[in-house]
């Protein structure tokens, strides 16, 4: 059973503009979740995160938000840039969603 | 610091035939992990294992797959015999301490199998 999904495989934004990537879950019980990029032929990396106590983590240009209520999460980034290009990949205790695909076009 | 090492980076072997994957997790991470990355499912969790001890292998998809940890350095995904379907991106990942879901794993760079 997938208890984190990632609907949209694919997103095209343009630079400078922000990017909204979402994830739903199932599990009630998460306490942590993950946002990891990854850059093709290259293992996810660790990007930003978020207790399940708050609703909002801010790092530079990526922020997440958490919607306890509606056990959903969203990733933004703002401003888009061409190097921001990648899958990203949402987690929550271990189990992953299968990734969204960003395109950021210059 | 060396990250997580996995090898081979890609493997071709034909269908039958044992595959071993390998891993050197980051030293001083009590916790290893295989995924398995397909187009359909995404990052899978095979196994995960804490101070060289098998926690969880409800992932591991049928009794051709075996994963070993034979010491705090090394760890094997093991696949015999092999099968088309298993044909995917494995990663191994590492993170530090015990108990602690905000800890980030570590990736390694995968390997990319290949099934004949």
């Known amino acids: 059973d997938q208890q984190v999904k990632q609907n949209s495989p694919s997103l095209s934004v343009q630079e400078g503009r922000i990017s909204i990537l979402n994830c739903d879950y199932t599990n009630s019980m998460f306490d942590y979740f993950l946002w990891y990029k990854k850059y093709p032929a290259e293992g996810p990396t660790f990007l930003i995160s978020?207790?399940?106590?708050?609703d909002k983590n801010e790092d530079g240009r990526f922020t997440v938000f958490l919607n306890k209520s509606a056990k959903h999460l969203s990733l933004h980034i703002v401003p888009s840039q061409p190097g921001d290009s990648a899958v990203y990949f949402c987690a929550g205790n271990m189990r992953f969603g299968a990734g969204t695909r960003l395109t950021v076009k210059p | 610091d060396a990250g997580v090492i996995q090898s081979p980076r890609h493997e071709v072997t034909e269908m039958g035939q044992e595959v071993t994957l390998r891993c050197k997790p980051i030293?001083?991470?009590?916790?290893l992990f295989w995924y398995r990355q397909t187009m359909m499912r995404g990052l899978e969790l095979l196994i995960y294992?804490?101070?060289?001890?098998?926690?969880?292998d409800s992932g591991m998809p049928e009794d051709r797959f075996s994963a070993k940890m034979p010491n705090a350095s090394f760890s094997t995904l093991k696949i015999q015999p092999s099968e088309p379907r298993d044909s995917a991106v494995y990663f191994c990942?590492?993170?530090?301490?015990?108990?602690?879901?905000?800890?980030?794993?570590?990736f390694g760079d995968g390997t990319r199998l290949s099934i004949l």
């Open positions: 030293s001083g991470h009590d916790y």
């Open positions: 990942a590492s993170s530090p301490r015990a108990g602690d879901s905000n800890q980030p794993q570590h």
């Open positions: 294992f804490n101070n060289n001890v098998p926690i969880d």
């Open positions: 978020i207790s399940s106590i708050k």
